[in-house]
């Protein structure tokens, strides 16, 4: 038998116990109080408590700089931290925000003033590592995005709402319409609102596109109108109104925030123009697939399985500046799109990726799932590997995909081409053909293929 091959040992060189941060500090951050840790030397105490005003955060950062701190460590707890932070940045000081996990402390006792005395100790020695945070500007539009999305659920509340009241009343419109929001729904769910019981004249209001006839409309309108149920139908439609205007008061100032961002130096191919395309549900109001080029200065719907909605998630999640990643594997380690082998004794333990709540690692998994039926390169690689693996890793592997790609568009401004499904089947195809040619040269054969009849 044949020696076993040595494996080579990757060595990562460690300088954990040097004090690179002399000038640091700690804060644990609570609701009502915030716990600040400074070096041996700088004060007479080296841990001090301030209320949450905001005059005390100022008092605070008066502190900080009197004992000559210059980097400050902190957990993000909840959302306490960001009015700290904000102050904190806005004075010069180098915050670095970690997560809770990672600073964890010894076994022990423990306290406010311990918590934040260990993050001072690890930060004064560099054993922490930073959370990504994008640019201030970008934070306000990802601000205005999870907002945005807060409305929507909300609003689809509402919408349940209706149904429910319509169901009390026997008025089996759902029946006979797959969207009760839609044109013929809304015009005759107003006109229910208004007083109108005649069926015929509220079949009436049906869309010429609409798949049922006006004679299963009306049967779907007989019922039991009663007095408390369209009373919460007609509230129901006021707030799904309220809803929908706060929606557009939304979407305005998104766009006048995206404004404000300079055009690109480099323009390339701008998207299409919005008006060729009807606006679907949820749709912003505006054009948004402009402000994202604008923005970036490529277009990123080009990419199969990414619409404006779900490259707005991305980039207010991400930012433009791909700087902040060395390179591409460390953006899909950092969306938990990247195995996590754990290896113990020579041996992997434990397989597949990290759960994460990531909202750009959610819409790159949506985009992969929404390829199913696509006739694109992501489509055949992500039947392929349904076929070959299921449907969650399939989704996993196309979304690793669809971050690379995003991830090249942004550092190299390069426009995205597609070389379609025919030439990724063909290259899949070439691949085989060599790996079959390479094990049947290892056997003494050869491969030779049928001539054609």
């Known amino acids: 038998m044949g020696k076993k091959k040595k494996r080579q040992l990757k060595v990562v060189d460690l300088d ?3 004090q ?3 000038n640091a500090a700690g804060i644990d951050i609570g609701a009502e109080e915030i ?3 400074v070096p041996k030397g700088r004060d007479e105490e080296t841990v001090r408590v301030f209320p949450t005003f905001t005059a005390d955060l100022q008092r605070l950062a008066d502190w900080l700089e009197a004992c000559g701190i210059e980097t400050v460590a902190m957990e993000s707890t909840g959302i306490y931290w960001i009015p700290l932070y904000e102050i904190l940045e806005a004075r010069g000081f180098d915050v670095n925000l970690v997560n809770a996990r990672h600073v964890k402390n010894v076994s022990g006792r423990k306290s406010d003033v311990l918590d934040c005395q260990w993050l001072q100790q690890l930060h004064t020695y560099g054993l922490l590592q930073p959370s990504f945070r994008p640019p201030e500007r970008i934070c306000a539009i990802r601000s205005l995005v999870r907002h945005r999305e807060m ?10 709402h209706m149904q429910k009241a319509l169901h009390l009343m026997n008025i089996q419109l759902t029946n006979v319409l797959s969207d009760i929001t839609g044109v013929t729904g809304m015009k005759i769910i107003r006109a229910i609102v208004a007083g109108e019981r005649n069926r015929e004249v509220l079949a009436s209001y049906r869309d010429k596109r609409c798949a049922k006839s006006k004679l299963e409309i009306a049967k779907s309108l007989e019922g039991n109108y009663r007095r408390e ?9 006021e707030l799904y109104d309220f809803y929908a205007q706060q929606l557009q008061a939304c979407d305005a100032e998104l766009e006048a925030m995206y404004s404000e961002f300079e055009p690109p130096d480099q323009p390339g191919t701008p998207p299409p123009d919005p008006r060729t395309s009807k606006r679907r549900k949820n749709q912003p109001y505006f054009d948004l697939a402009q402000a994202l080029y604008r923005l970036t200065g490529v277009d990123l719907t080009a990419v199969d399985g990414l619409d404006t909605l779900t490259v707005q998630t991305i980039l207010s999640e991400i930012g433009t500046d791909m700087s902040a990643w060395p390179t591409v594997k460390h953006f899909t380690s950092w969306l938990r799109l990247s195995p996590n082998n754990q290896v113990t004794g020579g041996k992997v333990k434990r397989r597949g ?4 709540q990531n909202r750009a690692s959610t819409a790159f998994r949506v985009a992969a799932q929404s390829l199913a039926r696509s006739d694109s390169a992501r489509g055949a690689f992500y039947r392929r590997m349904r076929a070959k693996h299921g449907a969650p890793k399939a989704i996993t592997a196309t979304a690793h995909k669809l971050a690379r790609t995003v991830y090249f568009m942004l550092k190299r401004r390069e426009p995205y081409r597609d070389p379609g499904a025919d030439y990724y089947e063909e290259q899949y195809q070439a691949r085989t053909v060599r790996n079959l040619q390479r094990r049947a040269a290892k056997l003494g054969m050869r491969l030779e293929p049928i001539a054609a009849t």
């Open 16 to 18: 954990a116990l040097e």
């Open 20 to 22: 690179i941060n002399l």
């Open 35 to 37: 716990y600040v840790a």
């Open 151 to 160: 409305l929507i659920q909300y609003r689809a509340a509402h919408i349940q």
């Open 229 to 237: 149920h369209m009373f919460a139908l007609q509230q129901a439609v």
């Open 353 to 356: 990726t990290q759960p994460t």
